[in-house]
């Protein structure tokens, strides 16, 4: 593949990823940085930094809703379920261990 063809398949693969998150919201972000180490705000603060690299205009609000596909104070509203303490035990364990590294 040459750079631009590579470029479509990657863009095509991301707005892929965006769509399966969107069609299971039940998967909680902080499921997602547990098992992944990333999550659906990630992605936003990188599709914002990818855009201010370019000089593009977009504001954080405007990331985020690219992808959660509608406002985030929407989808916590309507997806976000409060985390367990267990989620809470596991990711504060996991941020320790990073900080050991």
Do not use: G
């Not at 693969?13 to 399966?20: N, S, T």
């Not at 603060?45 to 992808?67: N, P, S």
């Not at 104070?73 to 303490?85: M, N």
Request: glycine share 0%; proline share 1%.
């Amino acid at each position: 593949m040459n750079e631009k063809q590579t470029t479509e398949v990657e863009a095509a693969a991301f707005r892929r990823l965006i769509e399966h998150l969107d069609n299971n919201k039940q998967v909680q972000n902080i499921d997602l940085m547990l098992l992944a180490d990333f999550c659906r705000n990630c992605l936003s603060k990188w599709y914002l930094a990818a855009a201010q690299e370019r000089d593009l205009a977009l504001t954080d609000d405007e990331a985020r809703e690219a992808i959660y596909k509608m406002s985030y104070s929407e989808w916590k509203a309507s997806h976000q379920l409060p985390a367990t303490e267990e989620q809470m035990a596991a990711s504060d364990a996991k941020r320790v261990a990073k900080q050991q590294k």
